[in-house]
């Protein structure tokens, strides 16, 4: 079998050995210097991401992902390559469901250096701040869903943090969805900048109500053999959207989270009681600390987040990545 000219040029040549700290002989081609240990870690997050947004099975996921958070490791230099461990057992959905509460339990006990720390490895590890500042460029706050370009902004902005399904290709029918979601439920939102915990009962009745007019709106398709289905938001897609009209007063979820808080059918009452959850670890917090929630951010080294979204950070570095 004939090769490609630059792939057999370099079958051909002899390769220089250089040994590394693992006592592993690595070809010369590796250049650790092209990509960084946090760009992997990023791309990973983001294939990841798309598996989930497949909607594959947790042990198909898992296959996918087996293995690559050791080559990352020794990409970087910080590993010793061993014979692999057995398996671990999946954990029983009543282990998994009480994963969240023990998280925000954990949260509630930790100091102010350790919290930090974790929120260190999300900013390190997630990459996904980039992509908001990208949307923040244009919204320079909460997005206006009434304005078109904040409606772009915002369906490449959750493109990038892992919504694929919402294809580029139907931007014009997601953006009018979106635009008719807004126009019949944008005024029962609370007012920009109220807080995740100073929202009421009537307020998160209005959101649980919002959230599920969203999360099953069709707001794209899909191409399958000999036909064309449409394609709701979904829940992951509907958090986020909520986030970046009100990033004060809700932050996303994804579908390890969900699980993780026993609410995997996810809906608007589920995600309601999520965000009574978050808001009362946050008062916990904020109290331990003898500050006011919104002063929370600064304090653990994130001031460019709200305190909803250090939240957000927190869980996905503990559930989402296990980090």
Not at 53 to 70: M, Q
Not at 157 to 164: E, I, S
Request: hydrophobic share 45%; charged share 25%.
């Amino acid at each position: 079998m004939s090769l490609p000219g630059d792939i057999q040029n370099s079958a051909n040549r002899e390769p220089s050995i250089v040994p590394d700290n693992l006592g592993v002989e690595q070809p010369s081609g590796i250049r650790r210097d092209h990509w960084s240990g946090v760009e992997l870690r990023t791309a990973l997050a983001k294939f990841e991401a798309d598996l989930r947004d497949a909607r594959l099975k947790e042990d198909v996921i898992w296959a996918h992902l087996a293995g690559c958070e050791t080559f990352i490791q020794w990409f970087m230099d910080d590993c010793t390559l061993r014979s692999a461990a057995p398996p671990t057992p999946r954990a029983s959905e009543a282990e998994a469901s009480a994963m969240g509460p023990a998280v925000l339990e954990e949260l509630s006990t930790l100091g102010r250096a350790e919290i930090a720390g974790i929120l260190h490895n999300y900013a390190a590890v997630a990459g996904y701040d980039k992509s908001l500042g990208n949307l923040l460029s244009v919204t320079a706050g909460p997005a206006d869903l009434t304005r078109e370009d904040h409606r772009a902004a915002l369906l490449t902005w959750l493109r990038a943090w892992g919504c694929r399904h919402l294809r580029s290709a139907d931007n014009t029918r997601t953006g009018s969805a979106l635009e008719q979601w807004w126009e019949a439920w944008g005024k029962t939102l609370p007012e920009p900048g109220a807080l995740i915990t100073s929202l009421s009962d009537d307020q998160l009745l209005s959101v649980e109500k919002a959230f599920d007019a969203l999360a099953t709106m069709p707001a794209a398709g899909r191409r399958l053999p000999g036909r064309e289905i449409d394609v709701m938001f979904g829940d992951t897609a509907a958090s986020k959207a909520l986030f970046a009209v009100r990033p004060e007063a809700f932050l996303p979820w994804d579908e390890p989270i969900r699980l993780a808080f026993g609410l995997r059918t996810g809906g608007g009452a589920a995600y309601v009681l999520f965000l009574r959850s978050v808001a009362a670890t946050l008062v916990r917090l904020a109290s331990r600390f003898d500050a006011e929630v919104s002063e929370l951010p600064r304090l653990l080294g994130r001031p460019e987040s709200s305190a909803a979204k250090v939240m957000d950070e927190y869980l996905w570095t503990r559930i989402t990545r296990g980090l």
